[in-house]
Each structure stands twice: as C-alpha cells, then as structure tokens.
C-alpha cells in the first residue's frame, strides 16, 4: 500500500551521474573565477611597483635640484640625472620630463606575466614632484 502523494525514492536510471555533471561545472566555475583572481593580482602588483617606482623617482629628482633650483640647465641634467638613475637601480623603464624650476614630471611603465596564464600585463603609472622647501630671498636664522 502506498500514500497517494509519496513518490518512489529510488533513483530512476535516467538520472544517474546527473550530480557528476553538476559538480563538474562547479570546478570549472571555480577553477576560472580562481585564475581570474590570481592574475588580477598581479596587475595591482604590477600598477603598485610602477607607482612607486614613479614616485620614488620625482622625489629623487627634485632632492637633487636642491633646496634653491635656479631652473637653469644644470637644475634639469641634475634631476634627470637622479631620476633615471633611481629607475636604472630599481630596473624600472620610464620617461623623465622637467616641467619647470624644481618641477619633475616621472612616468614609469611595468610590465609583468601573469602567474596562471602568462598574459603579459603593463601599468603605467606617473607622478609629479615639486620641491617646496629652500631659501629663496636669503633670510637670516634666528
């Protein structure tokens, strides 16, 4: 005798595996939005190392104008100078432009493979300096 509204419980043969399928879409899913992540992560990588590499740069540049840049020539090979030197030791590829006395202008591109698919990956970042410190009408300390 069986209830009216009750169904058999046993697995009917057309639906076996139907939970191995599932589960196999649920890996791949998973294994994609994972991939996704790992490689996102080394394009903020990449754009966090360029935007220091940019920053450290001008600073660099504008340190080595002095205290008083005149916005001479020599001002501006100073600064240049100092800045591809600082992206020379860090192994870092950018541009340097003076914008004018104690101005610098620094921008730096990185380039990255990311981890799981190799995808080359580039950011470019790009700061600017101004020195704002110095004596400029010679006043006296007290």
Known sequence: M?????????????????????FCFIVLIASVLV?????????????????????????AASIAVGPVPTGGSADATLAVTAARGYLEQAGAVGTVNVLGPGVVEVSVTVT??????????????????????GVTHGEGLS
């Open 2 to 22: 069986t209830c009216p509204g009750r169904t058999d419980a046993r697995v009917r043969d057309d639906e076996r595996g139907s939970v191995a399928v599932l």
């Open 35 to 59: 991939t996704g992540l790992v490689d996102a992560g080394t394009a903020i990588q990449a754009a966090n190392r360029a935007d220091t590499y940019s920053a450290e740069a001008a600073r």
């Open 112 to 133: 990255a493979s990311t981890p799981l698919l190799g995808i080359a990956v580039s950011q470019t970042r790009t700061h600017t300096a101004q020195l704002l410190v």
